[in-house]
């Protein structure tokens, strides 16, 4: 039998095969759960070229082949703040991206821990965010006395304004949580918010186990500002956040709300995720709460002489059309279907 037989680079459709999830480099982003959540509402083909060692995937790069109005494009993966090839040395990363670069189509990684993408000359660095987390194998006390002093203020001052807390998992927790998601995104951002599908994509495939927690600041038994975690592995995923109130400081209630229950729980991290370095505001938030910082690195692979003019204009009708729908004076709800028909193409 040919050697290549128990060692070949094969591409796998990512949710039937079984991908190497135990690596080092895996995720919430490389998760069969948050992959299924992605095909269920936009329908993405998501593949892996794979390394199949006697008939399993030893190593892997998560991809999905793209093609609509804004062209063709190779991405790993969409709507995830980072994904890492789930590789070990530079022989097998230049093995498993032949088959992507044969695409013919630009490839855009997203990488916080994996350097070996960073050290390929054929990628280049088109941006850079931010990644915070925090250390939840501490004491209680301990996690508290290493909050930011300002972040301790505000959340006294939050419980003395009785804010309180709840821990909801259910659809209508998650209903309300992101027409304030909605709201914040068009009024604060000018940004139109993911369909309400994909929020209910990842209730049916987190919420059955539990691994879905709508976390609700409330005064007065209203919603003020919540965050939507997920859980995987041994990592509390800080995914999309929202305030309608800030005087009340019900953020930062919520964030150590959060450190608490992860640590309840006995998961080692809180994941904070991506921040844009255009969010200044946000950068500072996450750093009052968290352990470490990293940076994630934005990658481009273009084929030669790659020009695509009608999908360029496509994205700046898309931009226009988004300050349209998210002006003051549109209702919300108006706001809400555009994002339904036109969040997939902002990936």
């Known amino acids: 039998m040919n050697a290549l037989a128990h060692d070949a680079v094969r591409i796998l459709d990512a949710g ?32 892996a070229s794979a390394l199949v060692e006697d008939g399993r995937a030893g190593s892997a790069i ?117 027409r304030m998601h909605a709201h914040v995104r068009k009024s604060k951002y000018r940004l139109l918010a993911q369909p309400f599908s994909f929020f209910e994509s990842l209730h049916a495939a ?18 003020i500002a919540g965050i939507l975690f997920l859980i995987h592995g041994d990592t509390l995923y800080y995914k999309f956040n929202a305030s309608l109130e800030l005087a009340l400081r019900p953020n930062d209630l ?25 969010q200044p505001g946000l950068v500072r938030y996450k750093r009052k709460f968290a352990t470490f910082e990293r940076e994630i690195a934005l990658l481009q692979w273009t084929p030669e002489g790659y020009r695509q003019p009608v999908a360029d204009e496509a994205g700046r009708v898309l931009g226009r059309l988004t300050r349209l729908m998210t002006d003051p004076r549109v209702p919300d709800d108006l706001s809400l279907a555009a994002g339904d028909d036109l969040y997939r193409f902002f990936c």
Not at 209 to 223: H, K, Q, S, T
């Open 16 to 47: 039937a095969a079984e991908m190497p999830t135990a690596h080092a480099m895996s995720s919430l982003f490389t998760s069969p759960s948050w992959i299924e959540a992605l095909r269920a509402t936009y329908g993405f083909d998501i593949r």
């Open 62 to 178: 998560l991809f999905s082949m793209i093609e609509d109005l804004r062209g063709r494009r190779v991405l790993s993966l969409p709507f995830s703040d980072y994904c890492d090839p789930l590789v070990d040395d530079p022989a097998t990363w230049r093995r498993l991206t032949a088959p992507l670069l044969e695409l013919g189509a630009p490839v855009r990684l997203r990488c916080l821990r994996n350097e070996l993408p960073l050290a390929d000359s054929r990628f280049a660095r088109t941006g850079t965010a931010l990644w915070h987390a925090a250390d939840l194998t501490r004491p209680e006390e301990a996690m508290w006395a290493a909050l930011e002093s300002q972040a301790r203020q505000n959340v006294r001052r939050a419980e003395r304004g009785g804010v309180v807390v709840r821990e909801g998992h259910g659809l209508d927790d998650l209903r309300s949580f992101h």
């Open 206 to 223: 987190f919420g059955p186990d539990g691994r879905l927690v709508v976390m609700l600041a409330e005064a007065d038994g209203v919603p």
């Open 254 to 278: 919520l964030a150590w709300s959060g450190m608490r229950m992860g640590r309840r729980l006995g998961l080692a991290r809180l994941d904070f995720g991506l921040s844009d370095t255009a």
